[in-house]
């Protein structure tokens, strides 16, 4: 069963700078999808950011330009490099994977809060 902890959320400033960092365990094998939503109170939780296995990433188009999505494949980990934080980006921020046989899990969420 695939566990996944997520790491490096917490509070900034407006035009600062985040990685989070997310670590997938309980599996030997290379999963297939792996990537980030976050979630507004109130809001639906929307995508942030994908890595496919082939190396295709997909932004939100809220975040293109900003962050960075980067996966260490041999620790089947992912991280998320926020740049040029901004207070509307304020959400928790859930890792998700999926796996080649189709079982898809999600981190327990990590807050990041970006605010003055």
């Known amino acids: 069963q695939v566990q996944l902890v997520e790491s490096g959320g917490g509070l900034m400033q407006p035009g600062g700078s985040l990685r989070l960092s997310c670590a997938a365990s309980g599996t030997r094998f290379r999963l297939s999808h792996m990537g980030w939503y976050r979630q507004a109170p109130g809001q639906q939780r929307e995508l942030v950011a994908v890595v496919t296995s082939g190396g295709t990433i997909n932004y939100a188009d809220s975040v293109k330009g900003r962050f960075t999505l980067s996966r260490d494949n041999p620790k089947n980990t992912v991280y998320l490099q926020m740049g040029s934080l901004k207070p509307e980006d304020t959400a928790v921020y859930y890792c998700?994977?999926?796996?080649?046989?189709?079982?898809?899990?999600w981190g327990q969420g990590t807050q990041v809060t970006v605010s003055s």
């Open positions: 998700n994977a999926k796996t080649w046989a189709g079982q898809n899990f």
